[in-house]
C-alpha cells in the first residue's frame, strides 16, 4: 500500500498557480509521492496543475469533489483526471434531494451513466462516503445500496467519518475487501483535526486491515490546522508510514 497526502488538506493555498507549485514542491519535500487533487481552485488552468505535480515529482491517483459539483461541471474534472494521470474520479456524498429509496435508485443511475462517461478514458468511478451516508434510508444503508447496485463501484474510504459513526474500522475494511482502492487517514479531538495519529481515534488493526483488504493507496488528510499545515501533514505522513514498517 502506498501512501501519500490528499491535496484537499491544503485548499487555503491552492489559490493561485503559484501557491500549486509551491504546495507540490513542499509536499514533494516531506517524502511524498502520491497525492489525491482535490480543492484547487477551479481558476488555476488544470495544464498548470498536471505541471506543478510534474516538476515536483508527484502522481496523482484520481481527482475527487461533491456530486453535485462534478455533476455540474463533469468536463473539468474529467479533464484535471485526464491530465493529471488520474485513475480515479471519486465523488462523495449522497445529495439531500435524493435521501429515499426513490433518490437512491435515482443516483445509481446517475453514477452509471458518470461511469461509462469515463470508461472509455481509461477512467473509474469511486464514491466517498461521508458519516451520512452510514444511516439508513427507509431501511437502507446507502454506502451498502451503492455497492450491492454497482458491483463495478470501488470506494475511498474515509476513515474519519467512518470512526464517527462508531463501526470496528478493521472489521468494516475487511468486510469490504476488493472493494477499497484508497483510504484517507484522518484524525481528531475535542472537536478539531489534528495530524493522524495524534486524535482520539483508535487505530489499532487498521493499517493491517487495509493491507489485507487489498487497498492501494493511504492518504493522510487535514483540512484544517492551528499551525504550519505541512508541519502537520509531515508527521502525519510520518506516523502512518510506521504503521505500515
Given at each position: 500500500?502506498?501512501?501519500g497526502?490528499?491535496?484537499?488538506?491544503?485548499?487555503?493555498?491552492?489559490?493561485t498557480?503559484?501557491?500549486?507549485?509551491?504546495?507540490?514542491?513542499?509536499?514533494?519535500?516531506?517524502?511524498?509521492?502520491?497525492?489525491?487533487?482535490?480543492?484547487?481552485?477551479?481558476?488555476?488552468?488544470?495544464?498548470?496543475?498536471?505541471?506543478?505535480?510534474?516538476?515536483?515529482?508527484?502522481?496523482?491517483v484520481g481527482?475527487?469533489?461533491?456530486?453535485?459539483l462534478?455533476?455540474?461541471?463533469?468536463?473539468y474534472?474529467?479533464?484535471?483526471?485526464?491530465?493529471?494521470?488520474?485513475?480515479?474520479?471519486?465523488?462523495s456524498?449522497?445529495?439531500?434531494?435524493?435521501k429515499?429509496?426513490?433518490?437512491?435508485?435515482?443516483?445509481?443511475?446517475?453514477?452509471?451513466?458518470?461511469?461509462?462517461?469515463?470508461?472509455?478514458?481509461?477512467?473509474?468511478?469511486?464514491?466517498?462516503?461521508?458519516?451520512?451516508?452510514?444511516?439508513?434510508?427507509?431501511?437502507?444503508?446507502?454506502?451498502?445500496?451503492?455497492?450491492?447496485?454497482?458491483?463495478?463501484?470501488?470506494?475511498?474510504?474515509?476513515?474519519?467519518?467512518?470512526?464517527?459513526?462508531?463501526?470496528?474500522?478493521?472489521?468494516?475494511?475487511?468486510?469490504?475487501?476488493g472493494?477499497?482502492?484508497?483510504?484517507?487517514?484522518?484524525?481528531?479531538?475535542?472537536?478539531?483535526?489534528?495530524?493522524?495519529?495524534?486524535?482520539?481515534?483508535?487505530w489499532?488493526?487498521v493499517?493491517?486491515?487495509?493491507v489485507?483488504?487489498?487497498?492501494?493507496?493511504?492518504?493522510?488528510?487535514?483540512?484544517?490546522?492551528?499551525?504550519d499545515?505541512?508541519?502537520?501533514?509531515?508527521?502525519?505522513?510520518?506516523?502512518?508510514?510506521?504503521?505500515?514498517?
Open positions: 500500500m502506498k501512501t497526502i490528499q491535496v484537499s488538506s491544503l485548499k487555503p493555498l491552492l489559490k498557480e503559484a501557491q500549486v507549485y509551491e504546495a507540490c514542491r513542499k509536499m514533494a519535500q516531506l517524502g511524498c509521492e502520491a497525492v489525491q487533487v482535490q480543492w484547487v481552485d477551479p481558476a488555476v488552468p488544470v495544464e498548470a496543475v498536471a505541471a506543478a505535480l510534474k516538476e515536483a515529482g508527484l502522481y496523482s481527482t475527487q469533489d461533491f456530486y453535485s462534478v455533476k455540474e461541471n463533469p468536463d474534472y474529467i479533464t484535471l483526471n485526464r491530465l493529471t494521470g488520474g485513475e480515479w474520479l471519486c465523488v456524498r449522497v445529495p439531500e434531494d435524493m429515499s429509496k426513490e433518490g437512491l435508485a435515482a443516483y445509481v443511475g446517475e453514477l452509471r451513466a458518470l461511469a461509462e462517461k469515463i470508461a472509455p478514458l481509461g477512467q473509474k468511478l469511486c464514491f466517498h462516503p461521508v458519516a451520512a451516508d452510514y444511516a439508513p434510508i427507509d431501511g437502507v444503508v446507502p454506502v451498502e445500496f451503492l455497492l450491492e447496485q454497482m458491483p463495478a463501484l470501488s470506494l475511498c474510504l474515509d476513515l474519519y467519518h467512518l470512526n464517527r459513526v462508531g463501526y470496528d474500522k478493521p472489521a468494516w475494511i475487511r468486510a469490504h475487501a472493494r477499497i482502492c484508497m483510504v484517507h487517514f484522518k484524525d481528531g479531538k475535542d472537536g478539531k483535526l489534528t495530524p493522524a495519529g495524534q486524535g482520539d481515534t483508535n489499532e488493526g493499517a493491517r486491515a487495509c489485507e483488504a487489498g487497498v492501494g493507496y493511504a492518504f493522510v488528510e487535514q483540512e484544517t490546522w492551528d499551525r499545515p505541512y508541519e502537520c501533514l509531515g508527521e502525519a505522513l510520518n506516523w502512518l508510514n510506521g504503521q505500515l514498517a
